[in-house]
Every structure is written in C-alpha cells, then in structure tokens.
C-alpha cells in the first residue's frame, strides 16, 4: 500500500526558506508521478512542483519557478525546498503519488495523498 507522510511545515518571515519532507513507501517501480499541491483557506488545490519518482521531468508552477525545487534523496524521501518565502505562499502543502508515464500537475490524477503540512508565510 502506497503511503506518504509529510514533515517540515511551519511559521517563517517573508524572505525565508523552509524545506518539506514526504516520506515514500509501497512504490514498486519509478514509473510513478510525484507532485506537490498547496491549498489556501477558501481556495482550490493548486499545482506546485511534479516529477518522476526516479528524480526526472521537473516542473513548477509559474508562482514557484526560481524558488522552489523538487527533489529525492536516495532512500524514500521526497523534498520541496521553499527559498524566497512570501506571504502569498501560505497555505496548506500536499503531496502525492500515482502509477503515470509523466508527471502531471492535475490534482484529479493522483490516487495517493500525504495528510498535509501547513506553511505560514508572515510579512
């Protein structure tokens, strides 16, 4: 069973870098798409970042592009390094997996999600 577990979250001045964590387990192959999504209070999921499981094909939202990165280490643990914080980046942050041939930034795609980790951007 696929399971993703969020960490890294928290309050930091606009400026400011934080990194969140997604622990991976129950992927059997890299064919997998992984994404980042954020939600705000009274907004919808917005598309963040995506890549191959396997580390490959990145892209990023406009909002994001030149701030943050996806990324894996080498054991089960994907990565979003958040550089250049601004308030508008507070939100709730997602991750999540599903068996795709390319990444995708639909949050309709994605069968697996993390339970989420808030982001608080303060000014």
């Known amino acids: 069973q696929v399971e993703l577990v969020e960490s890294g979250g928290g309050l930091v001045q606009a400026g400011g870098s934080l990194r969140l964590s997604c622990a991976v387990s129950g992927l059997t192959s890299s064919t997998y798409a992984m994404g980042w999504f954020r939600q705000a209070p009274g907004k919808g999921r917005e598309f963040v970042a995506t890549m191959m499981w396997n580390g490959g094909s990145q892209y990023y939202a406009d909002s994001v592009k030149g701030r943050f990165t996806i990324s894996r280490n080498a054991k089960n643990t994907m990565y979003l390094q958040m550089n250049g914080l601004k308030p508008e980046d507070t939100a709730v942050y997602y991750c999540?997996?599903?068996?795709?041939?390319?990444?995708?930034?639909?949050?309709?795609?994605?069968?697996?999600w993390g339970q989420g980790t808030q982001v608080t951007v303060s000014s």
């Open positions: 999540a997996a599903d068996r795709l041939r390319s990444p995708s930034t639909s949050p309709d795609e994605y069968g697996y």
